[in-house]
């Protein structure tokens, strides 16, 4: 059992940790969401699953020898009503209903549980794909300035709060005021939002933080905060001045790139060097 089975959601990053695995001589083999991975997963051993067919998940990774696994990429929350469950979907369902009521984590929990009762060992992406993890301090040429760094400040405590709620891992904050929350649908969504909501405004200039953390106890091995390339773009066009961001503890998808494009848009991007995951 010695194959690393990547359950692939949505984006890039399981073809990233998919690519890692094998210039490093691990066996991988790919699990795509049907309707959330790339079609590129094609490139490496792989089979498409539905969601609710976990008794087939089962099956394949068994057979493929996949001792421990990984879950990487965004997959929306599923309709019940539209899954096509087999027996095991089935028999996990009331746990799934169950914990549904709560935010994600605690419904991811309940998935690592499952999947560790059956045998296996469930891995962080953030393992094997560490140099992602972006680091303290300033990135790139643009600093924060004394009105940023308050923001900042609001915007940790505030975005602890929604965290606790597991509702979401990120908030917006101008001034003294939080903008907007994350919710289900993520932070790109959430910074669209945001574009909206400068357009009816007569707002010109740049203010105001993005502020991205682990929710507090988050289980880290799934859902770890991830800021990309489109992020970057989505605060500058909604006018922010920059985007903070929990060291050690976020995956920067292309980080040279997102510090360059911060850069020409005059952003800043900083990691928080926070511990205990205080408020």
Do not use: Y
């Not at 990547?6 to 699990?31: D, K, S, T």
Request: hydrophobic residues 45%.
């Amino acid at each position: 059992m010695n194959r690393l089975g990547v359950i692939a959601g949505g984006g890039p990053l399981p073809l990233m940790l998919a690519e890692h695995c094998q210039a490093n001589g691990r066996e991988v083999f790919v699990a795509g969401v049907s309707g959330a991975a790339a079609p590129e997963i094609s490139s490496f051993p792989h089979q498409w699953v539905e969601l609710g067919r976990i008794g087939d998940l089962l099956r394949i990774l068994r057979e493929q020898n996949c001792g421990e696994i990984v879950f990487i990429g965004p997959v929306k929350r599923p309709d019940i009503r539209h899954l096509r469950l087999d027996f095991a979907g089935w028999r996990f369902l009331p746990r799934f209903l169950l914990a549904a009521r709560g935010g994600d984590d605690r419904l991811l929990r309940t998935l690592i549980a499952w999947f560790e009762e059956k045998g296996f060992r469930v891995r962080g992406a953030h393992e094997f794909l560490a140099d992602l993890c972006g680091p303290a301090g300033i990135l790139g040429k643009v600093q924060p300035g004394a009105q940023d760094l308050a923001a900042i400040q609001l915007g940790v405590q505030a975005a602890r709060r929604h965290g606790a709620r597991d509702r979401g891992q990120a908030v917006v904050v101008r001034g003294d005021e939080v903008l907007e929350q994350e919710a289900e649908d993520g932070t790109d969504a959430m910074l669209r939002r945001c574009v909206a909501r400068r357009k009816l405004s007569d707002q010109s200039g740049r203010a105001g933080v993005l502020v991205k953390l682990l929710k507090p106890g988050q289980e880290t091995r799934i859902d770890l905060p991830t800021l990309g390339l489109t992020s970057v773009r989505l605060a500058a066009e909604a006018g922010l001045a920059g985007i903070a961001f929990e060291a050690g503890a976020t995956l920067l998808v292309d980080a040279p790139a997102m510090i360059t494009e911060a850069d020409a848009l005059g952003l800043f991007l900083t990691g928080l060097p926070l511990t205990g995951h205080e408020a």
